[in-house]
């Protein structure tokens, strides 16, 4: 099983250009997430969508925007992207219901110049 | 304001002793608990969870602990291998929705032969 996959692995940007970091999950899990780890840092919630149809901000939402394709399918768009979104992008995935633990993608490093 | 720290950026342990890692939390509200593992390159893993009605939860060598009077929970492995070592992130949550989590900034644990 593949789990949780995200494409690109990594990318370079230059400051106002746009890109969309694209994953998906072949768990039927209902709910999906996009985290972001800077260096030395924890990871932040961005967005997150708790079933297909819906999508809510997390901490740091900002500059980002997401759509929810389809149950497997959880994409993040950087419209205008800034060296301040220099960072490790995850995206996760977790079953409904209580307790449910999130399952993630090996990341996207995206390095905006 | 941080809500979830992990004080120790980094632990160094040798082959068969214990490790031991901690966090603490601000939120009241938190009421369940995960630590997640984290190889480079490669997205975090969940370890071992606990919900704010237990005290101790124990899975194999991994056992966590959970003092609710000091918003304190401690990871213990018993007993440490080389491949444990990686870097351990705690989270926090609302048992309703353990995916929207509030991560610590992470512990990086070597285990030496």
């Known amino acids: 099983n593949a789990g949780v996959t995200q494409t690109p692995k990594f990318q370079v940007l230059k400051t106002g250009q746009s890109m969309t970091l694209q994953c998906a999950q072949d768990?039927?899990?209902?709910?999906m997430y996009w985290y972001r780890q800077d260096p030395g840092m924890g990871l932040r919630l961005i967005y997150y969508?708790?079933?297909?149809?819906?999508?809510d901000k997390g901490e740091v939402p900002n500059g980002y925007n997401v759509s929810r394709l389809n149950k497997r399918e959880f994409s993040l768009r950087l419209e205008s992207a800034a060296p301040s979104q220099t960072s490790v992008y995850f995206c996760?995935?977790?079953?409904?219901?209580?307790?449910?633990?999130?399952?993630f993608g090996n990341g996207t490093r995206l390095t905006v110049t | 304001d941080q809500q979830v720290k992990q004080n120790s950026p980094s632990l160094s342990v040798q082959e068969g002793r214990i490790s031991i890692l901690n966090c603490d939390y601000t939120?009241?509200?938190?009421?369940?608990f995960l630590w997640y593992k984290k190889y480079p390159a490669e997205g975090p893993t969940f370890l071992i969870s606990i919900s704010s009605i237990k005290d101790k939860n124990e899975d194999g060598r991994f056992t966590v602990f959970l003092n609710k009077s000091a918003k304190h929970l401690s990871l213990h492995i018993v007993p440490s291998q080389p491949g444990d070592s990686a870097v351990y992130f705690c989270?926090?949550?609302?048992?309703?929705?353990?995916?929207?989590?509030?991560f610590g900034d992470g512990t990086t644990l070597t285990v030496k032969p």
């Open positions: 989270a926090a949550s609302a048992r309703t929705n353990a995916g929207k989590s509030t």
């Open positions: 969508s708790a079933s297909e149809g819906t999508t």
């Open positions: 996760a995935s977790s079953a409904q219901g209580l307790s449910s633990p999130l399952h």
């Open positions: 939120n009241s509200m938190f009421d369940y």
């Open positions: 768990m039927n899990h209902n709910s």
